[in-house]
């Protein structure tokens, strides 16, 4: 079956500790997102990728950081620099230009204290 | 920029009611228009869409018609089931102030809850 895979779907860290999220899709699509999700506020952007080895700052980039060295994969470090990481984390993917929908995957929750 | 105001929640309706969301938004060009589904503990799930003006989108028994002179894309359900208890986003695409690539602008959400 093809579709977005992120692990784990619980996470605990200290604070002052980076930590990878990790997002793998099957489904060829060229383009990848991160989003955020806290509660009240919807889904903001973190950071996306059009193609392999390149990615651009969404609307909240401070504190994290993507690579994109294969299609299927877009890990999402979140650093220390983030000042309030415990969220809800949801990875997406899209065919690219043209397609418009995004399909999402099931998120990982991170919770820093 | 690009916004989208959708109806403030939580919305509790009993089994079998008439469902609306309303959902109103901003863009710079002629956006693609979403609703999202977002059950417990999940990420979420492409509910219907529209590409242009007039379009109606449907799903589940769920529409919503893009309508350009009022800049809304409201979610509509004739007999809403206890399993439509979720949270619902509204979302847009467009590809002019986004560039042409597929940024979506979403909604704050709506939760509903359903009641037997």
């Known amino acids: 079956d093809g579709g977005i895979t992120q692990s784990p779907k619980y996470l605990f860290r200290k604070e002052g500790q980076n930590v990878t999220l990790s997002c793998e899709q099957n489904l060829n699509h060229d383009a990848m997102y991160w989003y955020r999700q806290d509660p009240g506020q919807g889904l903001r952007l973190i950071y996306y990728s059009q193609i392999v080895n390149d990615f651009q700052k969404g609307d909240i980039a401070e504190g994290y950081s993507v690579s994109r060295e294969k299609k299927e994969s877009f890990p999402l470090t979140v650093t220390s620099a983030q000042k309030n990481p415990t969220a809800f984390y949801l990875c997406a993917s899209s065919w690219g230009q043209g397609s418009h929908e995004q399909y999402f995957g099931p998120g990982t929750r991170l919770t820093v204290t | 920029g690009d916004s989208v105001t959708q109806m403030e929640g939580p919305v509790t309706l009993s089994e079998e009611a008439f469902l609306t969301i309303n959902c109103t938004y901003t863009?710079?060009?002629?956006?693609?228009l979403f609703w999202y589904v977002q059950y417990p503990g999940e990420g979420l799930q492409l509910l219907l869409k529209a590409t242009k003006a007039d379009d109606k989108g449907s799903n589940k028994g769920f529409e919503a018609t893009y309508r350009k002179e009022t800049t809304s894309f409201h979610l509509e359900k004739g007999s809403v089931q206890v399993s439509d208890s979720a949270v619902y986003f509204c979302a847009l695409s467009d590809p002019i102030s986004n560039f042409g690539n597929e940024k979506l602008t979403f909604g704050t959400g709506t939760r509903l809850t359903i009641i037997p």
């Open positions: 863009a710079t060009g002629y956006p693609s």
